[in-house]
T-cell receptor, first 111, second 118 residues
Framework: GQQVMQIPQYQHVQEGEDFTTYCNSS?????IQWYKQRPGGHPVFLIQ?????EVKKQKRLTFQFGEAKKNSSLHITATQTTDVGTYFC???????????FGQGTRLTINP | KAGVTQTPRYLIKTRGQQVTLSCSPISGHRSVSWYQQTPGQGLQFLFEYFSETQRNKGNFPGRFSGRQFSNSRSEMNVSTLELGDSALYLC?????????????????FGAGTRLSVL
């Protein structure tokens, strides 16, 4: 079936290092959403990308949507301990009435 | 504006019992989706309700059911509990139903109900 794959599954960095997580879909996505879940918390919406090739920034976070609308990435510059958590991408699969979430990338940071 | 409210926050049940979880969406939101989150499987879609109608259902057995009331509040029921049903159950609300192509299906999640089946 249609899937949204996310890599890596885990990432451990030193505070101040950069971090990137990648999201790939087997089919074209009409839009893609990113969520962050802090340890012990619930997913919180970060951003939505709709246009092919779109790039959006939120302070140290940069989100990209691929030209073919099949992949996306989240890049964090100079990580801080507040960035710890699991980052999920999610896409509404064409023809289906549901959002499919990637498996998430769990980010841990060594202060 | 109040966020999505889920009750109870924690539940401990034994195998064979049934459980009902409740979700109150953000005021004005008519779509409520339910997800199961486990360490091994991530976020798995259970079902979505919009205007009291189930619009879609994930790959879960019939023991998992739900409903939505006229005020958009939703309940999820799991019957004949199994050990594998232990998970965090998350409810999310949105303005629009989860239709591909719409950009109004952003999910606002509640804090979840952590269910432990012993």
């Amino acid at each position: 079936g249609q899937q949204v794959m996310q890599i890596p599954q885990y990432q451990h960095v030193q505070e101040g290092e950069d971090f990137t997580t990648y999201c790939n879909s087997s089919t074209t996505l009409s839009n893609i959403q990113w969520y962050k879940q802090r340890p012990g918390g619930h997913p919180v919406f970060l951003i939505q990308l709709v246009k092919s090739g779109e790039v959006k920034k939120q302070k140290r976070l940069t989100f990209q949507f691929g030209e073919a609308k099949k992949n996306s990435s989240l890049h964090i510059t100079a990580t801080q301990t507040t960035d710890v958590g699991t980052y999920f991408c999610a896409g509404p699969i064409q023809g289906a009435q549901k959002l499919v979430f990637g498996q998430g990338t769990r980010l841990t940071i060594n202060p | 504006k109040a966020g999505v409210t889920q009750t109870p926050r924690y539940l401990i049940k034994t195998r064979g019992q049934q459980v009902t979880l409740s979700c109150s969406p953000i005021s004005g939101h008519r779509s409520v989706s339910w997800y199961q989150q486990t360490p091994g499987q991530g976020l798995q879609f259970l079902f979505e309700y919009f205007s009291e109608t189930q619009r879609n259902k994930g790959n879960f057995p019939g023991r998992f059911s739900g409903r939505q009331f006229s005020n958009s509040r939703s309940e999820m029921n799991v019957s004949t509990l199994e050990l594998g049903d232990s998970a965090l159950y998350l409810c999310a609300s949105s303005w629009a139903p989860l239709l591909a192509g719409l950009a109004k299906n952003i999910q606002y999640f509640g804090a979840g109900t952590r269910l432990s089946v012993l």
